[in-house]
């Protein structure tokens, strides 16, 4: 993976300046043993080829650009020292994601636009660093119970799509099968969804010769133990109602949240930000 180029900087050495060459910054390295002092909340995108990417190869991609991006990151202690780094809820291997989210813990502070612009340039074509905060109280994983996926059906019309959404959601309970590294699980993949509907507007795209509908559903799926992944909510339909598309699903997480009262999901890094709804810029 070939990180993304830099934009030329400025002549100004101040101005435009990375986290390595900042004057402030070269004027000495960060004791990485020392205790954090900054903790970042990050979102981030994988998309196109890189949603066939293992959370392992995406995680050693990070690390790399954490390193060539030149923060200061903590370490943990012992003879292999780690980054502190947590994940949270990584996508599965095959799903592109627009709200992947990850805690970063630092022996310095650090201003988050910096860091995201930085960070942003150093990864690969495919992962994108869309926002950085502050982090703001308790752990970012007690912000998140669920997710929202889109899921894109070619081949499958609207019609077909919403007689097939209404059978399942009339269904107290779809048990479905997976196969997993411990062998054959079954699981009831009605009891993790909290909402699912097709999208009024189908996309119409070119096929092998012919215009092909391609319905989109958006589910909404309670990260629950085990959890329940967009294929086996496909599953869920082919067991209620039949529905088996002949071409693999485009599956993209648009959101991830806890939920209110009315079932819509709440942005994790919302109340982080200021005010007027932008990004926190400046150092803690």
Not at 146 to 163: D, F, K, N, Q, T
Not at 187 to 197: E, Q
Not at 239 to 258: E, S, Y
Request: charged share 25%; glycine share 8%.
């Amino acid at each position: 993976m070939t990180p993304r180029r830099n934009d030329p900087r400025s002549s100004d050495p101040a101005a435009g300046a990375t986290l390595n060459e900042h004057p402030v910054r070269s004027l000495h390295r960060p004791n990485p043993s020392a205790p954090p002092v900054c903790k970042l909340w990050l979102r981030y995108a994988k998309r196109g080829k890189l949603r066939f990417t293992s959370h392992r190869d995406v995680a050693r991609a990070v690390e790399r650009g954490l390193r060539r991006a030149g923060l200061p990151m903590a370490y943990s202690q012992g003879f292999n020292p780690h980054p502190k780094i947590s994940w949270v809820g990584a996508a599965p291997t095959g799903c592109a994601s627009e709200a992947e989210y990850v805690e970063l813990q630092l022996v310095e502070p650090a201003d988050p636009e910096l860091v995201r612009s930085e960070l942003d340039a150093a990864l690969p074509e495919g992962l994108a660093v869309l926002e950085v905060v502050l982090a703001g109280q308790g752990s970012l994983a007690e912000r998140i119970e669920a997710s929202e996926w889109r899921i894109e059906l070619s081949g499958v019309p609207v019609e077909r799509l919403r007689a097939a959404v209404g059978e399942l959601l009339a269904t107290p309970q779809v048990h479905v099968e997976r196969m997993t590294k411990n062998g054959l699980r079954v699981l009831d993949a009605r009891a993790a969804l909290v909402s699912l509907r097709p999208h009024p507007h189908p996309v119409v795209s070119p096929g092998t010769g012919e215009v092909t509908e391609c319905g989109i559903l958006v589910a909404v799926v309670r990260q629950a133990s085990p959890a329940v992944r967009p294929d086996d909510v496909l599953s869920a339909l082919g067991v209620v109602a039949g529905l088996r598309p002949t071409v693999p699903a485009k599956v993209t997480r648009m959101a991830q949240g806890r939920l209110d009262d009315d079932g819509d999901l709440v942005d994790p890094l919302d109340r982080d930000r200021k005010p007027d709804g932008s990004r926190p810029v400046g150092v803690r």
